[in-house]
C-alpha cells in the first residue's frame, strides 16, 4: 500500500504543480486575476498534499504534531481562500470584509479544533471547516446568481452548472470520507486511507477536477495571445467575442449600438470600415469610439481590447 500511496501522491503532485504552472503562464500574459488566484490556491494544495510524506522525515512528540497542524491549517487557509479570491473576482465582488472574513473564521475555527482533547471526533472537526469552507462559497456562487438581474451575468454563470453540481457531490463526499475514517468505533479504513487517513481521497478528485477547469481556461487565454490581442477575423475568434460582448457591455453601461460598434473593434475594423459596415457616418463611429472608451475608462483601442480579453 505504501508503493500505491507513493505513486498516486506523486501523480496528484504533478497535476497540481503543472496546473500551477499553466496558470502562471497564463496569467504573465493575461494578467487575468482568477489565474493568479488560481496560481496561489495550486501553490498552497501542493504543499498540502506534499505533507503526506513529512512522517518520512521527521518524528516528535505532542510539540512537533502541534506544528504540524499549524503548518496544515496554513496550507488549508492558504488554498481555499486563493480559491475564494477566485470567486469572488469571477462575481465582481470586491468588498475587502467579505474576502477576509472567510479566511479569519477558517483560521480561528481551526485553531479552536486543536485545544479540544485527541481523538477521531476532533481529528474530524479539524478537516470539518475545509468543507464548512468550500460549501460557503458554493453556497454564496448560488445567492448571488439567485439575487442577479442581469440576464447575460446568469447565462454567464449558468454555463458552469454541471462543474458546480460536481463540486457539491464531491464536498459531500469528503465530509463522509471523513466520518467513516474518524467517527467510527470501529473506523472503516479503505484504499489509501488505511495508510495515510489524512490524505482524503474525495478531495484529491475535486482538486483533480479543480485542476482541469483552471488549464482549460488558461490554454485558452493562452491561445488568445493578450499581447497582442486578436485582431484578426474568424469563426472562433468571433464566438468568444460574442459570449462575452453582452456581459462586457452590461458591466459599462454600454448601449446596444456601443456594443455593435465594439464588436467591430475586437475584430479588428478600423473607423471607415465600420462606418462602411454599419452604413453609419464616419463621424457617428468616431463618437461611439470616444464613448466606449470614455466609459470602459481605457486610453486606445489596444488597452480596450486587453480589458476585454481579461473578462472573456
Request: aromatic share 14%; with cysteine.
Amino acid at each position: 500500500m505504501s508503493f500505491a500511496l507513493f505513486h498516486y501522491t506523486l501523480l496528484v503532485l504533478l497535476a497540481v504543480i503543472l496546473t500551477a504552472a499553466v496558470c502562471l503562464s497564463a496569467y504573465l500574459v493575461s494578467r487575468k486575476s482568477t489565474l493568479k488566484y488560481a496560481f496561489a490556491a495550486f501553490i498552497f494544495y501542493f504543499f498540502d498534499v506534499t505533507w503526506v510524506f513529512q512522517r518520512d522525515f521527521f518524528s516528535g512528540g505532542e510539540a512537533y504534531s502541534f506544528v504540524v497542524s499549524l503548518v496544515m491549517i496554513a496550507v488549508g487557509c492558504g488554498f481555499l481562500t486563493s480559491f475564494w479570491l477566485l470567486v469572488c473576482d469571477y462575481l465582481g465582488r470586491s468588498g475587502k470584509v467579505l474576502r477576509v472574513a472567510p479566511a479569519v473564521a477558517f483560521a480561528a475555527a481551526s485553531l479552536g479544533m486543536l485545544l479540544l482533547p485527541e481523538s477521531g471526533v476532533q481529528s474530524f472537526l479539524f478537516y470539518l471547516p475545509r468543507e464548512l469552507y468550500l460549501f460557503w462559497m458554493l453556497l454564496f456562487a448560488l445567492f448571488h446568481y439567485l439575487t442577479l438581474k442581469d440576464e447575460a451575468e446568469r447565462a454567464r454563470l449558468r454555463r458552469h452548472a454541471l462543474p458546480y453540481a460536481v463540486m457539491w457531490v464531491l464536498g459531500a463526499s469528503i465530509v463522509v470520507e471523513d466520518a467513516l475514517v474518524f467517527l467510527l468505533s470501529d473506523p472503516i479504513l479503505f484504499g489509501l486511507r488505511a495508510f495515510a487517513p489524512e490524505r482524503n481521497i474525495s478531495e484529491n478528485v475535486l482538486m483533480l477536477c479543480c485542476a482541469f477547469l483552471a488549464c482549460r481556461d488558461a490554454f485558452r487565454v493562452l491561445a488568445l495571445r493578450f499581447e497582442r490581442p486578436p485582431m484578426k477575423r474568424g469563426d472562433r475568434q468571433e464566438t468568444r467575442i460574442d459570449d462575452n460582448l453582452q456581459l462586457y457591455g452590461s458591466r459599462h453601461q454600454l448601449s446596444a449600438r456601443e456594443q455593435e460598434v465594439l464588436r467591430y473593434v475586437l475584430m479588428g475594423y478600423d473607423n471607415q470600415n465600420i462606418a462602411s459596415s454599419m452604413h453609419l457616418a464616419l463621424s457617428t463611429v468616431k463618437v461611439h469610439v470616444h464613448n466606449i472608451l470614455q466609459k470602459t475608462g481605457q486610453p486606445n483601442r489596444q488597452a480596450l481590447a486587453q480589458d476585454f480579453w481579461k473578462m472573456s
